[in-house]
């Protein structure tokens, strides 16, 4: 942050401008600039994946109290992180069009460092959850290899006769087992005992850790349609936002990405009642501690997008008749039409957000084997990265295909004489089809099912029920 505000604060480092235009960036001051961006994304990879998880840590599983407070962590934890995002759509955009880039970075730049001291104090009182095996990952390899390896010997009718360790063992290292899931059953081979070979089989708990992992890819890889819708808030919402009446009196100007702050808002409100309301309602309901599951509470969040994107293909028609009827063409005029007319999309956005990205923050945590609960978390952040790639993809592919002779391109650089509703139609198909390919991954998915130590040597299961519902959204 601190090369990124130098990077738009030093003479040398930015493009010289005369009468508002700016001559071209130099091949060094465009690498400073990226490098500045890079280092941001560097340091990001640690710090994302890793403080969620360390706060969710800080909670101690086999206190009765604790737990029931860590089910409400990731819901207030996403509240304080929106909280900085609020100030920063409000508070720094304004900043950054009206005083400067150099101060809309410097502040920032400022409550990170500030930030950096408060943690650093809390040192002493941090809890540090004990890793119970050297390499966590090594599993992830190990087993689809000695699966591999036993390909040609028969898997027993019976589970109980895969190798696992006993009961005490887990007792005594303080590992939780994990107990036997009829999916992914070609991995079972690697728990098979062969009495020919010189190396003992995998254990149970290592299979069904692969297992989960391989189970988590799978609902990974439906949730980046979602994060690519995400993306439109900050890029084509935006440009739209551009393109149409922001007057709020006689002399003020709605900066178009303050309009994000909304999706923010929704979510701060949401947020409360969601933990304080729905939860305990639910709660009574269904007799699970979460309210819902949290498949179920993904599918509720995805059903919220697609109705959001519906939204905004309905808003984007009519502001195109707007255009059509006042005959407008040039990419600086400005539509007749109130920016406001956007907000029910960020709104709806906003509240999606409080089901299904809260939702699979926590859905990646819990579901993660013992010792790997950063991976999950990793899951949740590469989503959001690849959802922007694909959304710069789509933008570059959809624009380069429809550009072609007489057609208009659906998302050009004048919105006012392209098809951006063509587009917003497009993300309307793929988000419902992935709605449904979202149903059929949940069908397939099995909760984590473990075995902790509590009372001196007594056994408990915490199960992820096995049991399958009609769409596969377990309780």
Known sequence: MIMLTTAVSL??????????????????????????????????????????TFGADQFDDFNPHEKELKVSFFNWWMFSSFLGALFATLGLVY????????????????????????FYLGTPIYRHKARKTKSPAR?????????????KLQLPQNPCQLHEHEPQYYINSGKRQIHYTPIFRFLDKAAVKDGNSGRPPCTVTQVEGTKLVLGMMLIWLVTLVPSTIWAQINTLFVKQGTTMDRSLGSSFQIPAA??????????????PMYDRYFVPFMRRKTG?????????????????????????????????????????????QIVPMNIFWLLPQYVLLGIADVFNAIGLLEFFYD?????????????????????????????????????????????????????????????????????????????????????????????????????????????
């Open 288 to 332: 699970n501690p979460r309210g819902i599951t949290l498949l179920q509470r993904l599918g509720i969040g995805f059903v919220i997008q697609v109705i959001a994107i519906a939204i905004a293909y309905a808003v984007e028609v009519r502001r195109m008749h707007v255009i059509r009827v006042h005959q407008i063409t040039g990419p600086k």
């Open 258 to 271: 303050s309009l994000g702050s909304f999706v923010t808002l929704s979510m701060l409100i949401s947020v």
């Open 139 to 151: 599993d992830l390899i190990q087993v689809p290899v000695t699966a591999f390896k036993n390909r």
């Open 367 to 475: 579901q993660s084997p013992e010792d790997m609960q950063s991976l999950g978390t990793t899951f949740f952040t590469s989503g959001i990265g690849i959802g922007n790639f694909l959304n710069s993809f789509l933008v570059t592919m959809v624009d380069k295909l429809t550009d072609r002779g007489e057609h208009k391109s659906w998302i050009g650089d004048n919105l006012n004489d392209s098809h951006l509703d063509y587009y917003y139609g497009f993300l309307l198909v793929i988000s419902t089809l992935n709605l449904g390919a979202f149903i059929w991954a949940s069908s397939k998915y099995v909760y984590k099912r473990e075995t902790k130590e509590v009372n001196e040597g007594c056994i408990e299961m915490e199960s992820k029920a096995l049991e399958i519902s009609p769409l596969g959204l377990q309780v």
């Open 95 to 118: 900043i950054q069009e009206n005083l400067g880039w150099g101060l809309g970075y410097g502040v920032p730049t400022v409550g990170l460092l500030v930030s950096l001291v408060v």
């Open 11 to 52: 003479k040398s480092l930015k493009p010289t401008c005369t009468n508002g235009i700016c001559n071209k960036a130099s091949t060094s001051q465009v690498a400073f600039f990226y490098i500045s961006l890079y280092t941001i994304a560097l340091g990001a990879g640690g710090t994302k994946p890793n403080i969620s």
